[in-house]
């Protein structure tokens, strides 16, 4: 599958954007962070927890808006977050059983780290003007984006592949990992308003089975959806000329 | 009762929201909080009926219990020791009652998000952001347009499947599976080649070329800038409060807030008013409402 469609594969530098984000991630969110532990006295975390989460949002957002998107970008992560969005609304009666972590992954495998984050982030907020909004749909839109980001990042990096089991496994270890590590901290500190490494423990052990089926479910979307996806985006790509957009 | 807020303008909905879902997430005094959930409690159900009263009473109870009884077993500060674990650590009153009042105010800020849910539809906020994020306030509009069009899709290629005998209902479970990836599939390419379109179609007719102009369902009126001010200046006095340390509230290692001062009633009073100003427009409406019929 590579050779055959193997177009997006032109070159291993990051670009310029994926750097910039990378920093905001890694060192802007720990200041902010140190930020509410020294000036706020370490204080109403709830409050701090969703401005970081908010606050490490907004650059993507911004980075999107700033470069005026072309009508084919806005409308590929539009549709593919509607696939998301509709394909966790048809499995809504199964509790953590939801495609969108799949869909994500896809998206970012197939058009780079930004339009899997975004379609990650929208994936959360729309769903959950269907099921519901609240404090968590901020951790979700995060977690479906950072997989979507990562994803996108691990495979310009050559680490992911299109190769099924290397995805399968990064579905897998991101669901349980990213997903359900991060959003077991937004719901202990929803809950308690604080940071607590026993309390979470406890969230980690009550919401294991959770995350045990939401990676499963995950696992099992990327293994029938994978193949065909990635080979209908590829497709697009190439018969409209997609290819590598939205990183010139 | 009819709910008359929602028909505000969004700018007046958005701005209660975050003011109220904000301060019930950062007061954990007792007073506060008893203002605030009441306040939701009601306004979820003028917005819901039975219907709300049963989720608040169903849901948020055995919650508030739940995520009450955790906090004692794992915070172990405080004066008042009630007893001692098997381990050996004090059981508190001090951190029961945080457990309570810190559950309190997660149950306070969902029912606040559910009363968010039925105002602040999917229209008010892309009027709201589509100034600030134009782009992806359109991708969300087009996202909230393709799930229910996808979902109809579906049903159509399903239907055109069980004419050569491949819908979800045919054969055995394995080719049931089969057929049913078969139809999302199908719907995903047509997803992505319709996408295309529609974007060389929008392309077409100059988008991105000028600035857009934007179709709006809202008329900023006069009860609007009332409402606005109102709920702004009410937001104002509580954060200036809150600066002063009115709101403030130590739990350990024993308990003190601020109690009934002048100026402590008069916050009260602000956030009183605050909390319930849907509940109280929603009357106003009803009464003027009757007082109209009765003089017909």
């Known amino acids: 599958m590579e050779e055959k469609y193997g177009t997006t594969q032109k070159s291993n530098k990051l670009t310029k954007r994926t750097i910039v984000s990378s920093i905001i991630i890694l060192i802007l969110i720990p200041i902010t962070i140190l930020f509410g532990v020294f000036v706020l006295d370490d204080r109403k975390y709830v409050f701090i927890s969703i401005l970081i989460i908010l606050y490490t949002m907004i650059p993507f957002l911004m980075v999107f808006e700033g470069r005026k998107p072309q009508a084919r970008e806005i409308v590929i992560i539009a549709v593919l977050s509607a696939i998301a969005v509709a394909g966790r609304g048809a499995f809504f009666m199964i509790p953590q059983f939801k495609p969108v972590v799949a869909i994500v992954i896809i998206s970012g495998v197939c058009f780079g780290g930004e339009a899997g984050f975004l379609v990650g982030a929208v994936s959360g907020f729309v769903s959950n003007f269907f099921f519901g909004q609240g404090p968590w749909t901020v951790w979700q839109m995060f977690c479906f984006g950072i997989i979507g980001f990562l994803a996108g990042i691990l495979f310009r990096k050559g680490i992911l592949r299109r190769n099924k089991i290397k995805l399968l496994l990064y579905g897998l270890l991101s669901t349980f990992f990213i997903y359900g590590g991060i959003?077991?901290?937004?719901?202990?500190?929803?809950?308690?308003?604080?940071?607590?490494?026993?309390?979470?423990?406890?969230?980690?052990?009550?919401?294991?089975?959770?995350?045990?089926?939401?990676?499963?479910?995950?696992?099992?979307?990327?293994?029938?959806?994978?193949?065909?996806?990635?080979?209908?985006?590829e497709r697009i790509k190439i018969k409209y000329g997609l290819i590598e957009s939205g990183n010139n | 009762m009819a709910d008359h807020f929602s028909r505000y303008h969004p700018v007046v909905n958005f701005a209660y929201f975050i003011l109220v879902i904000g301060f019930s997430m950062f007061f954990l005094h007792p007073v506060y909080m008893i203002i605030s959930i009441s306040g939701a409690f009601i306004y979820s159900i003028i917005l819901k009926g039975e219907k709300g009263f049963r989720f608040n009473i169903m849901f948020m109870l055995p919650m508030l219990i739940i995520v009450a009884c955790i906090n004692p077993l794992f915070n172990h500060e405080g004066a008042t020791i009630l007893f001692y674990l098997k381990n050996g650590n004090p059981f508190t009153l001090e951190s029961v009652i945080y457990?309570?009042?810190?559950?309190?105010?997660?149950?306070?800020?969902?029912?606040?998000?559910?009363?968010?849910?039925?105002?602040?539809?999917?229209?008010?906020?892309?009027?709201?952001?589509?100034r600030i994020i134009p782009s992806l306030s359109?991708?969300?509009?087009?996202?909230?347009?393709?799930?229910?069009?996808?979902?109809?899709?579906?049903?159509?290629?399903?239907?055109?499947?069980?004419?050569?005998?491949?819908?979800?209902?045919?054969?055995?479970?394995?080719?049931?599976?089969?057929n049913g990836i078969k139809i999302l599939s199908i719907m995903i390419t047509w997803a992505l080649e319709s996408g295309i379109e529609t974007a060389d179609s929008m392309k077409a007719r100059g988008y991105g070329l000028n600035k857009r102009t934007a179709y709006s369902n809202y008329d900023f009126m006069t009860r609007d800038i009332i409402a606005v001010t109102i709920i702004i200046s009410l937001g104002l006095f509580i954060i200036v409060c809150s600066i002063l340390d009115i709101t403030d509230v130590r739990y350990f290692p024993t308990i003190r807030f601020a109690g009934f001062s002048t100026i402590n009633i008069f916050s009260y009073i602000g956030y009183f008013i605050l909390c319930y100003t849907p509940v109280f427009i929603t009357i106003w409406e009803e009464l003027k409402w009757k007082y109209l019929i009765s003089r017909i």
Not at chain 1, 187 to 200: E, H, I, N, P, Q
Request: hydrophobic share 50%.
């Open chain 2, 138 to 178: 359109l991708i969300l509009s087009m996202v909230f347009r393709f799930v229910p069009l996808y979902k109809k899709k579906i049903v159509t290629i399903s239907n055109a499947q069980k004419c050569i005998g491949n819908d979800v209902t045919d054969g055995n479970v394995i080719r049931r599976a089969k």
């Open chain 2, 99 to 130: 457990g309570v009042v810190s559950s309190t105010m997660l149950i306070t800020v969902i029912m606040w998000f559910s009363c968010y849910n039925c105002i602040m539809t999917s229209d008010k906020f892309i009027y709201l952001f589509g």
């Open chain 1, 183 to 233: 959003i077991d901290i937004g719901s202990m500190m929803m809950a308690t308003g604080k940071f607590d490494f026993r309390v979470l423990l406890t969230y980690y052990a009550t919401g294991f089975w959770f995350n045990v089926i939401h990676a499963a479910s995950t696992v099992f979307f990327l293994f029938i959806l994978s193949d065909t996806m990635i080979e209908k985006l």
